[in-house]
């Protein structure tokens, strides 16, 4: 199967990374290099951009700015959440048409590859041959297939280090901290936290994702039980915990196109975790309990000081391995996925290819293998997160050497 020649295009969709425009670029590069490639443009506020013609010439950008914006987190193209319809489909593929795309690379979670795939299907039909590629970027870590997605690793190690921080604060000040990470329906990101535990008394105390029923009366009973046990106690939960019906515990009402929840960008949560456990254990022991909480919202995926060099030498050869398969004419379409080869100092990856249709819309839940009870996160999960992260700080402590004349 030959490749076609003509111009390429790149959209960014979605939540941004600290990483995303190491793809961006790692696309660019290796289109200019293409001889199947005329010209690379970008899609200004991903779909959207294609729909309103606002396309811009990656091609004029230097090599130095283009490094820059690599190195640079969220979006560099903007990004948006849009699922559109048929008939804006249909109107995508005229504006291909028009402009003579013939490689079109959107980087982005499960509807961003469900929004490719669908645009595939309708090249296909009217017999228009455009390669069509999902490049795989989400903080949540939870896209099917791959064994991981650029952008989770510098968010898990901003994540482990704000926990880090937040365990010396908790036991300098002792008392009932609740943080509440970001994932609708998977908690690789909340078990992240894991990886501040040094001690046998560090924090996270407890650990709640959405791969777990949360039974509010539990959550009460387990900090009740820690903080008798170290008189504090600092709880990690995920944004998506829910109840048996599987309904979330606060429901804002808000709904984004794809149908989702509004949950980020808001303290509720929380702030009514915090609320509870006041009322119920300031109570049930008859004290004033010091409670707080913190909601670590957008934070986490675009922090400029934590980034992972792991995370973004990945994202950047998932971008090149989006536009070598792309032009190599044997793959028409797909999404790239991450292989593990190792652990520990012996990891590496390796780059393949798999359908649309494994990426689009479902979403991947943490590896039951890495659940302890509804509390907590197997230690085999650190096994599995650390590569991906690096090397982290190591919080020391005082002996407490005891003072005698």
């Known amino acids: 199967m030959s490749s076609p020649r003509g111009n390429a295009l790149i959209g960014q969709s979605g939540g941004p990374t600290c990483v995303i425009n190491q793809s961006l670029v790692g696309v660019v590069e290796e289109a200019l290099r293409s001889d199947r490639i005329d010209h690379v443009l970008g899609a200004v506020h991903g779909i959207q951009g294609i729909l309103d013609g606002n396309l ?4 004029k950008e230097s090599t130095a700015t283009l490094e820059a914006v690599a190195r640079t987190p969220c979006a560099a193209l903007r990004s948006i959440r849009k699922k559109p319809t048929r008939e804006e489909c249909e109107a995508m593929l005229r504006s291909f048409q028009e402009n003579d795309v013939r490689y079109f690379f959107y980087l982005g979670g499960n509807d961003s590859a469900e929004t490719a795939h669908i645009l595939n299907e309708l090249a296909v039909a009217e017999n228009y041959d455009v390669r069509l590629f999902h490049v795989p970027k989400t903080i949540d870590n939870d896209l099917r297939v791959t064994d991981h997605c650029p952008g989770f690793g510098s968010a898990a190690k901003f994540v482990a280090q704000a926990v880090m921080g937040d365990n010396q604060d908790n036991r300098s000040l002792p008392g009932i901290k609740i943080d509440i990470v970001m994932g609708r329906h998977a908690g690789w990101l909340t078990a992240a936290s894991l990886l501040a535990r ?27 039980r820690i903080y008798t046990r170290h008189g504090r106690c600092l709880v990690v939960a995920s944004e998506g915990i829910h109840d048996a019906n599987g309904d979330s515990l606060l429901d804002s009402g808000e709904r984004d196109s794809h149908g989702n929840v509004q949950l980020s960008g808001s303290g509720a949560l929380g702030d009514f975790l915090a609320n509870e456990v006041k009322e119920k254990l300031g109570s049930k022991l008859q004290k ?32 090149r391995t989006a536009l070598r398969v792309a032009t190599g004419g044997e793959v028409p379409h797909g999404s790239i996925v991450i292989r593990r080869m190792g652990d520990g100092a012996a990891y590496q990856a ?3 290819v798999t359908e649309l249709a494994n990426v689009a819309r479902e979403t991947r839940d943490l590896d039951e293998a890495f659940l302890a009870g509804d509390n907590d996160i197997d230690r085999s999960f650190l096994d599995y997160v650390a590569p991906l992260v690096g090397e982290l700080p190591r919080p020391e402590r005082l002996s407490d050497h005891p003072f005698s004349r």
């Open 56 to 59: 811009i010439d990656l091609g």
């Open 198 to 224: 040094r001690y046998e008394d560090d924090g996270p105390h407890l650990i709640y994702v959405p791969e777990r029923v949360f039974s509010l009366d539990d959550f009460l009973a387990d900090v009740d």
């Open 288 to 319: 004033k309990l010091r409670v707080r909480a913190d909601t670590f919202g957008y934070l986490q995926r675009s922090f400029l000081g934590s980034v992972s060099e792991v995370d973004a030498r990945e994202a950047r050869e998932v971008g």
């Open 350 to 352: 390796a780059y393949e």
